[in-house]
């Protein structure tokens, strides 16, 4: 396993300090593996994820209306 020295500024240690607490971690580094597997499941790219995958299929399966710009899109709207 990897390791490494990091520097963490005051506020960067007391949150890792509170997320090793409020979920019962043995130590900082599994806090800090915690916010790290967050980070990846919430914010890295959307078609990694499956819930992506899903929502892709469905609108795959629907059907759109396509326009050559977005003028078009607005006189579409209007005439509605």
């Known amino acids: 396993m990897p390791q490494a020295i990091i520097n963490l500024g005051e506020r960067e240690d007391r949150i890792l300090t509170i997320v090793k607490g ?17 980070f990846e499941e919430n914010l890295l790219e959307p078609e990694l994820r499956p ?14 209306k396509k326009f050559k710009s977005i003028e078009d899109l607005r006189r579409e ?3 509605a």
């Open 22 to 38: 409020k979920f019962g971690l043995k130590n900082k580094s599994e806090a800090m593996n915690m916010v790290i597997n967050q």
């Open 51 to 64: 819930e992506f995958k899903e929502e892709l299929s469905k609108i795959d399966k629907g059907s759109f």
């Open 77 to 79: 709207i209007e005439n």
